[in-house]
């Protein structure tokens, strides 16, 4: 069992918005704004996505967003495109003895 | 290119040990926090171990702890795990993964291909 709980699939057609959702306790993701979010395609190594909660590395699209409230983070994909049909992962900083862990995962589907 | 590359995979019995590698490239090594980071087959990502750059601060995840040791040699720009009583639980494909500036909290930015540990007698 993950530390963090998404959702196990998410789905929309394409242009539309979607939200994934990642619940955690005032330990990890409601202690710290240190939330990321990470699109893994089949066969692939992980990619971040967003980090520190809405920061967004270079490169990643304006299309993903990230907020956070109380002890649920969240992933929205705006203007769903084909591509971004893939498995995302939250993760959070949880303190000095747990340090890092990671949601279950969620599969998204450009239906 | 920013570049990292796992080695050392294998079939290992149970309760062996393994040790597995990650060279480093393009970037400034010793500046950055290093991670390992394993997947199950057909399951989700599981953070496996930390470390600063360097090597004063060390974590593991509580499934690791006691049987794997995270090293680097920042002069060879390499990341290791020395792997020891393997486990079936411990198969997995093992990534290495750079923090990014602000050390692992802030998130993992560049990730290597992975490495597959196979423990099955």
């Known amino acids: 069992q993950s530390a963090l709980t998404q959702p196990p699939s998410a789905s929309g057609s394409p242009g539309q918005s979607v939200t994934i959702s990642c619940t955690g306790t005032?330990?990890?993701?409601?202690?710290?704004?240190?939330v990321s979010w990470y699109q893994q395609h089949p066969g692939k190594a992980p990619k971040l996505m967003i980090y520190?909660?809405?920061k967004r590395p270079s490169g990643v699209p304006d299309r993903f967003s990230g907020s956070k409230s109380g002890n649920t983070a969240s992933l929205t994909v705006s203007g769903l495109q084909a591509e971004d049909e893939a498995d995302y992962y939250c993760s959070s900083h949880a303190g000095s003895n747990n340090f890092v862990v990671f949601g279950g995962g969620t599969k998204l589907t450009a239906l | 290119e920013v570049q990292l590359v796992e080695s050392g995979g294998g079939l290992v019995k149970p309760g062996g040990s393994l040790r597995l590698s990650c060279a480093a490239s393009g970037f400034s090594f010793s500046s950055y926090s290093m991670n390992w980071v394993r997947q199950a087959p057909g399951k989700g990502l599981e953070w496996v171990s930390s470390i600063s750059s360097g090597s004063s601060y060390i974590y593991y995840a509580d499934s690791v702890k006691g049987r794997f040791t995270i090293s680097r040699d920042n002069a060879k720009n390499s990341l290791y795990l020395q792997m020891n009583s393997l486990r079936a639980e411990d198969t997995a494909m093992y990534y290495c993964?750079?923090?990014?500036?602000?050390?692992?909290?802030?998130?993992?930015?560049?990730w290597g291909q992975g490495t597959t540990v196979t423990v099955s007698s």
């Open positions: 520190e909660v809405s």
């Open positions: 993964a750079r923090s990014r500036e602000g050390g692992t909290k802030v998130g993992m930015d560049v």
């Open positions: 005032s330990s990890d993701v409601g202690g710290y704004n240190y």
